[in-house]
């Protein structure tokens, strides 16, 4: 791609309505672009819980290119909300706007990191996000049909224990579309317990990840929102998903399930009921985001290709890599890449997450540590 590139750096609350509508625009024409985490609403709201944020506005030939909102933490360049932002990139003319790099050299940082990066990116191997789409010939049972003759041992499966969760506990119901700030505070404390038991960085230790989530479901927006869905046995809570969503796009985000019912699927059960309520309500797109857990490849038929990649200044060296290197040796070639890669995803998460630098590096002492032995785990159980 062509042309002088240039840069003009902004808060986000200067954001003129010339400049929302243009965003909204080119926003709108790109299909690759219809998450809502490109949303300028979604920016906003960002901006005002989150801390050092920015709004890149890109020029090429002095011809308006796109918006690229972004946060810095010390020296890194990260997406606006990270590690609360499943897809980001920037929003313009898919002809002219700039690539991951250019991008990442006009930003200036020593390190710019993104993990679901939608546009150009030369020579990165993309990774797949994972969508449901349903079709508008015969809605939600056209799809189903099809997944249950493609995949008819698992979601048989997933009926069994709908009628055993309904047997044991009582009546199975969902409701979609709440927005209770204490629903909230359970889901989150689900998750955080979560995060603990699986030796993962709480996300939500911080504090402003869950102001976000709070805003987000607060923010009262045409055509925008986050809400929940819950999903009760008996009348007791076994699972709650909270989304975002605009247009037809519905995004799961974070889903958390009581444990001790975790044998009943909870949390597949309230996925299925949210895809037919959720259709039924104008929603085509149901949105999974990067991640290879297995239960995707049973609801999933559309993929769309993301960029995780790290890019550092010239003559930098990755700043933890010297911290985990004798670790990572003693893993082997193989295991040490995974090692590497684990760590890394760790480190892009404490690093957003944490505004200090002390807790930054506790918690990266705390993931080399974790991925250390979830390493030596697998190689005891391969031998």
Request: proline share 5%; with cysteine; charged share 25%.
């Amino acid at each position: 791609m062509t042309g002088e590139l240039t840069v003009d750096i902004r808060d986000i609350g200067e954001l003129t309505p010339e400049d929302r509508a243009q965003w909204s625009a080119w926003q709108a024409a790109d299909p690759d672009l219809d998450s809502p985490y490109f949303r300028v609403e979604f920016a906003e709201i960002a901006a005002r819980i989150g801390f050092g944020c920015k709004l890149a506005i890109f020029r090429r030939d002095g011809v308006p290119a796109g918006y690229f909102p972004y946060q810095r933490r010390g020296g890194t360049v990260l997406p606006i909300a990270a590690p609360m932002n499943d897809y980001h990139g920037v929003i313009g003319p898919r002809d002219i706007r700039p690539s991951l790099y250019e991008t990442a050299y006009l930003l200036d940082g020593a390190r710019f990191s993104v993990n679901g990066w939608v546009g150009l990116a030369p020579g990165i191997t993309p990774n797949e996000s994972f969508r449901t789409t349903i079709p508008d010939e015969g809605g939600y049972d056209a799809w189903y049909a099809g997944r249950r003759a493609a995949y008819g041992k698992y979601f048989k499966d997933k009926e069994r224990a709908r009628r055993s969760m309904e047997t044991e506990f009582g009546e199975v119901q969902v409701r979609m579309g709440v927005r209770d700030p204490v629903m909230l505070d359970e889901l989150i404390r689900l998750k955080s317990e979560q995060y603990r038991r699986t030796n993962r960085h709480d996300i939500f230790a911080c504090g402003w990840t869950r102001e976000l989530l709070h805003a987000l479901m607060a923010a009262d927006h045409p055509d925008f929102g986050a809400s929940m869905a819950v999903l009760t046995a008996g009348g007791q809570v076994a699972a709650i998903e909270y989304s975002l969503h605009a247009g037809k796009r519905y995004h799961f985000w974070f889903p958390a399930y009581v444990p001790s019912l975790a044998r009943c699927s909870p949390g597949i059960l309230l996925s299925m009921e949210t895809i037919r309520m959720g259709s039924e309500q104008g929603y085509r797109d149901f949105d999974y985001g990067f991640g290879g857990e297995a239960y995707k490849r049973y609801f999933c038929d559309t993929v769309q290709p993301v960029a995780e990649a790290t890019v550092f200044r010239h003559g930098l060296s990755e700043t933890m890599g010297r911290a985990a290197a004798s670790l990572m040796s003693l893993a082997g070639e193989e295991r040490g890449r995974r090692l590497r890669q684990s760590v890394r995803r760790r480190w892009n998460v404490i690093e957003a997450c944490e505004p200090t630098a002390t807790g930054r590096l506790r918690g990266v002492a705390q993931a080399a540590s974790a991925a250390l032995a979830k390493a030596n785990g697998r190689a005891k159980t391969a031998s």
